[in-house]
C-alpha cells in the first residue's frame, strides 16, 4: 500500500467514500473467485495484508466535438451489385467527466478499469479534510494528459458514428474537431488494498464511489495444462475426423 503523501494538492474537488472498510473487503472475495484459471481455493485462503482509502488523481476533461465521418454500409441501394455501400456524415457532440489518471503509484489501465466515478457527488477541497487523509499528488502533468483526453474523446466520438451506420459497419473513420478542450485536477477515493496468497503479494483495487473492482491474481498452472492439452486434443480429433472422412469420399467417388 501507499505510503501517506503530506504535500498539498490543488484539486478543484475531491469525491467522498461512498463504499466502507467492510464493503471493499466483501467486493473483493467473489472478484478473487471469478475466471476459470484461478486457483479454487484462492477466495477463501487469500489473507489481506492492507488496506488503506486514498485520494487518487485524475484529470476531469470536458469537450466539444465537430466530427466527418465516412464508412461502410451492409445496406445497399436497391440493384446494386456490391455488398457495401459507402455513407458518411457529421456529428456534433459535447462531452464531459472524461477520466484520466494522474497517479504515479497506479498504471493508466489499472485507474481507467475502476472508471467511472459518481463525480456529481464531488466536493470542494476545503469540505475534506486531506491534512488526515491518505493521499497522491498529482504525477502527470496536464500536457501529457491531454493526448490521452483527445484519444480518449475521439473514441468516444467513433462510437457515437457508428450509431448512424445503418447495418453492419465496417471502415469507419473519424476527423474529429475538439474545440472548448477543458480540464481540472481532482481527487478520487479509491480502497487500495494488498492481499497475500502462497506467499505472493498482489492488489486489488475498489472505487471508493461506485465499488467498481480491478485488480491481479494468480492462475493455476494446472488448470492452464489441462486447458491446453484439451485444444491440443480437439484439434487432433477434428484433423482425424477430416481426414476420415475425406478418405471415404474418396473410396465412394472411386470406380
Given at each position: 500500500?501507499?505510503?501517506?503523501?503530506?504535500?498539498?494538492?490543488?484539486?478543484?474537488?475531491?469525491?467522498?467514500?461512498?463504499?466502507?472498510?467492510?464493503?471493499?473487503?466483501?467486493?473483493?472475495?467473489?472478484?478473487?473467485?471469478?475466471?476459470?484459471?484461478?486457483?479454487?481455493?484462492?477466495?477463501?485462503?487469500?489473507?489481506?495484508?492492507?488496506?488503506?482509502?486514498?485520494?487518487?488523481?485524475?484529470?476531469?476533461?470536458?469537450?466539444?466535438?465537430?466530427?466527418?465521418?465516412?464508412?461502410?454500409?451492409?445496406?445497399?441501394?436497391?440493384?446494386?451489385?456490391?455488398?457495401?455501400?459507402?455513407v458518411y456524415g457529421t456529428n456534433a457532440g459535447e462531452y464531459r467527466d472524461l477520466l484520466i489518471g494522474a497517479s504515479g503509484v497506479?498504471?493508466?489501465?489499472?485507474?481507467?478499469?475502476?472508471?467511472?466515478?459518481?463525480?456529481?457527488?464531488?466536493?470542494?477541497?476545503?469540505?475534506?479534510?486531506?491534512?488526515?487523509?491518505?493521499?497522491?499528488?498529482?504525477?502527470?502533468?496536464?500536457?501529457?494528459?491531454?493526448?490521452?483526453?483527445?484519444?480518449?474523446?475521439?473514441?468516444?466520438?467513433?462510437?457515437?458514428?457508428?450509431?448512424?451506420?445503418?447495418?453492419?459497419?465496417?471502415?469507419?473513420?473519424?476527423?474529429?474537431?475538439?474545440?472548448?478542450?477543458?480540464?481540472?485536477?481532482?481527487?478520487?477515493?479509491?480502497?487500495?488494498?494488498?492481499?497475500?496468497?502462497?506467499?505472493?503479494?498482489?492488489?486489488?483495487?475498489?472505487?471508493?464511489?461506485?465499488?467498481?473492482?480491478?485488480?491481479?491474481?494468480?492462475?493455476?498452472?494446472?488448470?492452464?495444462?489441462?486447458?491446453?492439452?484439451?485444444?491440443?486434443?480437439?484439434?487432433?480429433?477434428?484433423?482425424?475426423?477430416?481426414?476420415?472422412?475425406?478418405?471415404?469420399?474418396?473410396?465412394?467417388?472411386?470406380?
Amino acid at each position: 500500500c501507499p505510503p501517506p503523501r503530506r504535500r498539498p494538492a490543488a484539486p478543484a474537488g475531491s469525491g467522498p467514500f461512498g463504499i466502507g472498510r467492510g464493503d471493499a473487503e466483501r467486493i473483493m472475495r467473489p472478484w478473487l473467485g471469478r475466471g476459470f484459471f484461478r486457483p479454487g481455493d484462492l477466495a477463501m485462503r487469500a489473507a489481506i495484508d492492507c488496506i488503506t482509502p486514498v485520494y487518487v488523481p485524475f484529470w476531469v476533461f470536458s469537450a466539444h466535438t465537430t466530427t466527418h465521418w465516412t464508412a461502410d454500409s451492409s445496406v445497399v441501394p436497391a440493384g446494386a451489385r456490391a455488398s457495401w455501400y459507402p455513407v458518411y456524415g457529421t456529428n456534433a457532440g459535447e462531452y464531459r467527466d472524461l477520466l484520466i489518471g494522474a497517479s504515479g503509484v497506479l498504471t493508466m489501465q489499472e485507474t481507467a478499469e475502476i472508471c467511472p466515478f459518481e463525480l456529481g457527488r464531488a466536493v470542494a477541497p476545503e469540505e475534506v479534510d486531506l491534512t488526515n487523509a491518505v493521499y497522491e499528488p498529482f504525477r502527470v502533468p496536464r500536457k501529457y494528459a491531454r493526448p490521452l483526453a483527445q484519444q480518449g474523446l475521439e473514441d468516444w466520438e467513433r462510437k457515437a458514428c457508428q450509431r448512424f451506420v445503418p447495418g453492419q459497419c465496417r471502415n469507419l473513420k473519424v476527423n474529429v474537431l475538439l474545440e472548448g478542450l477543458a480540464s481540472e485536477p481532482v481527487l478520487l477515493p479509491v480502497w487500495i488494498m494488498a492481499y497475500r496468497y502462497q506467499d505472493r503479494v498482489y492488489s486489488f483495487l475498489v472505487n471508493g464511489s461506485s465499488g467498481k473492482a480491478t485488480g491481479t491474481a494468480p492462475n493455476d498452472w494446472k488448470k492452464m495444462v489441462l486447458y491446453g492439452a484439451a485444444v491440443v486434443l480437439g484439434i487432433l480429433l477434428l484433423l482425424f475426423l477430416f481426414a476420415a472422412c475425406a478418405g471415404a469420399f474418396g473410396m465412394t467417388a472411386s470406380p
